[in-house]
């Protein structure tokens, strides 16, 4: 019997100049950006999204863009979905990696959290907020 996977649900590229590379990955390969207010982050639209900014294409992903070390990380990131980030930051320790910051709330989305894995990499988390957290 096998177990159920976390899914890579969201990627970051990190930017010195995010409007420049933005720009870029828009005329190379037609992908979208949208800035979040005044921060220096943009979301990335990658592949034909719902209203609610879920890939429509099964396996298909989106992401985001921020500035290097500020609103990305420094390389980079892939970011896991998992049901809890707590119990999966504990699993990651046990098993030889450690927290890279704290869990952060996502707007009204979610938490975010990133760890480093046994090879030096670091990984994002992400755990969405259900009906119930609302």
């Given at each position: ?6 899914s ?10 995010p ?11 037609g992908?979208t950006f ?21 890939p ?5 992903i ?9 609103m990305?990380?420094e390389?980079v990131t ?9 119990a999966s930051?504990k ?6 990696g450690k927290a890279?910051?704290?869990?952060n709330a ?5 938490w ?16 969405s ?6």
């Amino acid at each position: 019997m096998t177990s159920p996977m976390d899914s890579v649900v969201h990627f970051e590229i990190p930017a010195k100049d995010p409007k420049r590379a933005s720009a870029f990955y828009s005329k190379a390969f037609g992908w979208t950006f949208n800035q979040y207010g005044e921060n220096p982050y943009w979301a990335a639209g990658t592949t034909d999204s719902d209203r609610d900014g879920r890939p429509k294409k099964p396996g298909a992903i989106n992401g985001g863009m921020g500035k290097k070390g500020e609103m990305a990380p420094e390389a980079v990131t892939v970011t896991i979905s998992v049901d809890d980030i707590d119990a999966s930051l504990k699993t990651v320790a046990k098993l030889g990696g450690k927290a890279v910051g704290k869990k952060n709330a996502v707007g009204d989305m979610g938490w975010a959290a990133y760890f480093e894995d046994t090879e030096g990499n670091v990984i994002g988390l992400w755990q969405s907020k259900t009906l119930a957290d609302k």
